[in-house]
């Protein structure tokens, strides 16, 4: 979580009386917390009671659970997956495709057409979604939050919203953590503050502004909220909206953060891939690789170093840009390369790379520290000559 942000009307203190200002009683108090309530924490204030659901419902609404298909005798190889060709269409809460998963995080995408017709919350995580196509808004009960192509939008756990799509050609890689999202510690200083030498400013981050509900709207019930948790998706039916926000502070809201804001660091000689830190979960990391200037020591090889990443599967979606140590790799295609399969450009791009100052790739990188499972829409997508193009022609 971020930092404080304060919208709309909220009393003096936590938990005295809101009264309304037409004197028909008060709003109503929702914690919303982290960790217990030990960690991060926004307090909203409500029209109308929150728990007066009235009914609960399994719902046919969502995205199939992550499932591994993948034959216990199948070679553990570099694998490359072409995201254009998943299907296109749907709204958000029902489109998602799982590509990816592990204990700690599901890896999906998506390429909506419509924007979501109702209202989700997802009570297993985080979402981290990399808009990589598209424009639009997040209505939640935080406000609205505009996003963008080259956008990560943060979608706190058990946040209540919609995605609404503005024009055509979205794509969303959606990163669904399993446990908290979070700033990497090492960017704050002692007083929650984004540090000077972080890659980003608090200045750099789009936070939630206006009000999905206006008291003028009354109830403008019943209305469903459809809500995944342990990957089963249910729905229930309030009396009114369940946006019914007048007020909240805390630091507990959704997010974005531009990519183009992402401020590179370059070294005399080739800096290692946690040089492009961005976020960071329970046993995940995510990395932006950026436009920049590249290492500068008259003989450096600013092309990666091949290595052996023994205790990560690393993921590259490609964005724009020339991949300067990949051929045949294009924007929307997505590497895995697992863990104790050594990697590193391919062959002919580390000589290549020896003089040259700029890099113009774009691209989003997650790191596991658990082994990744392959589902059978990623093996539907997969170029299976991947792997061994790195062998001599
Ligand atoms: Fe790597």
Not at 291 to 313: G, K, L, M, S
């Amino acid at each position: 979580m971020l930092d404080y942000q304060r919208r709309g009307s909220v009393p003096a203190k936590h938990h005295i009386t809101h009264r309304r200002p037409d004197g028909a009683g008060v709003y109503y108090e929702e914690c919303f917390t982290r960790q217990g309530f030990d960690g991060a924490f926004s307090i909203l204030y409500h029209a109308f009671a929150t728990t007066d659901d009235t009914e609960t419902v399994k719902s046919s609404r969502g995205w199939p659970a992550p499932v591994s298909v993948e034959p216990q005798d199948e070679t553990v190889r570099r694998r490359l997956f072409d995201g254009n060709k998943i299907p296109v269409g749907g709204c958000m809460v029902d489109s998602r495709i799982a590509m990816l998963f592990c204990s700690d995080l599901v890896i999906l995408l998506a390429r909506p057409t419509q924007s979501d017709d109702v209202y989700f919350s997802n009570g297993d995580g985080d979402e981290l979604v990399y808009v990589y196509g598209g424009k639009g808004r997040l209505e939640s009960s935080f406000g609205w939050l505009p996003f963008q192509t080259g956008d990560y939008v943060w979608v706190p756990k058990g946040v209540i919203h919609r995605w609404h799509l503005e024009g055509e050609g979205h794509a969303f890689l959606v990163m669904e953590a399993r446990k908290e999202l979070r700033i990497p510690k090492q960017f704050r200083n002692a007083s929650g503050q984004l540090r000077m030498d972080a890659p980003y400013c608090h200045r750099d981050f789009v936070r939630p502004e206006g009000a999905a509900w206006e008291p003028s709207m009354g109830e403008s019930g019943p209305c469903t909220v459809v809500y995944k948790v342990r990957d089963r998706f249910s729905q229930r039916t309030m009396p009114h909206h369940p946006l019914d926000i007048v007020g909240w502070d805390g630091n507990v809201y959704p997010v974005a953060f531009p990519i183009g804001k992402y401020q590179p660091k370059t070294g005399l000689v080739h800096l290692p891939p946690t040089s492009h830190l961005t976020f960071a979960g329970e046993g995940f990391v995510v990395c932006s690789f950026v436009p920049r200037i590249v290492d500068f020591h008259p003989e450096a090889i600013p092309c990666p170093y091949p290595h052996t990443n023994v205790d990560c599967d690393e993921v590259l979606l490609y964005l724009d840009g020339n991949f300067t140590s990949r051929k045949g790799v294009g924007p929307g295609c997505m590497s895995l390369h697992p863990m104790g399969v050594p990697h590193g450009p391919h062959p002919g791009a580390y000589e290549r790379s020896i003089g040259a100052q700029t890099t113009t790739e774009l691209a989003v990188m997650i790191d596991t520290f658990a082994p990744l499972a392959i589902t059978a829409n990623a093996l539907a997508l997969e170029t299976r000559e991947y792997h061994d193009s790195w062998a001599p022609r």
